[in-house]
């Protein structure tokens, strides 16, 4: 008799502290955050570095460069970006961080898109056109769309933390172009462009 009564004590600590591991395990399962996290990155770049970060969903992004040289030098770009999205979570906390001395002591052209959150829209154009008269272009067309069609009977009440960060030490000592669209939450629309034309005219 005593033998089972000590073989119970030895059960019952061991059912409790599973019980007790398992509730904190659901709590961090319930609880989610979308986040994008560019740390010391792209330090001492050189050219043409273009990043695309992205945390959730229904996200589009896009970097574009053209460079053209000669008698007619056209440089054009053309970025389309439309989406139509259903029942999206309002209620998501979303962080986009750009820490440390991320992108500083480059040289050329830098494009960086960040976002988190759900239905974001980032785009970043450059054009540069070098030509030897009066005919040559330098353009970019950009279009951005974002439809929503919510689900019946859902809470559009409800909105998450937004967190956006950019370190104070980040693109510092950079030279040339750099463009920069970081965002969190849901439905942004952001865009960067830069046309350059140089004519050399006789």
């Known amino acids: 008799m005593i033998r089972h009564w000590l073989l119970l004590l030895l059960i019952v600590p061991l059912i409790a502290l599973a019980d007790h591991d398992h509730g904190p395990q659901q709590a961090v399962q319930a609880h989610e955050i979308d986040r994008s996290l560019l740390d010391s990155s792209g330090i001492g770049y050189n050219g043409v570095l273009s990043i695309n970060q992205a945390a959730g969903s229904f996200q589009q992004q896009s970097n574009a460069r053209a460079l053209a040289i000669g008698q007619t030098a056209r440089a054009t770009t053309?970025?389309?970006?439309?989406?139509?999205?259903?029942?999206?979570?309002?209620?998501?906390?979303?962080?986009?961080?750009?820490?440390?001395?991320?992108?500083?002591?480059?040289?050329?052209?830098?494009?960086?898109?960040?976002?988190?959150?759900?239905?974001?829209?980032?785009?970043?154009?450059?054009?540069?056109?070098?030509?030897?008269?009066?005919?040559?272009?330098?353009?970019?067309?950009?279009?951005?769309?974002?439809?929503?069609?919510?689900?019946?009977?859902?809470?559009?009440?409800?909105?998450?933390?937004r967190r956006v960060v950019t370190d104070d030490q980040a693109f510092a000592g950079s030279n040339g172009v750099v463009q920069l669209n970081q965002s969190a939450g849901v439905g942004n629309r952001m865009a960067n462009t830069l046309n350059i034309r140089v004519a050399d005219r006789p």
Do not use: H, W, Y
């Open 78 to 161: 053309n970025q389309q970006q439309n989406i139509e999205v259903r029942g999206v979570d309002r209620s998501l906390d979303a962080s986009s961080e750009i820490l440390g001395p991320a992108f500083t002591g480059g040289n050329g052209a830098l494009g960086v898109n960040q976002s988190a959150g759900a239905a974001t829209q980032q785009a970043n154009a450059m054009n540069i056109s070098l030509s030897a008269g009066p005919k040559g272009l330098a353009d970019s067309e950009l279009e951005q769309s974002v439809a929503f069609k919510q689900n019946s009977g859902s809470d559009r009440s409800a909105i998450g933390a």
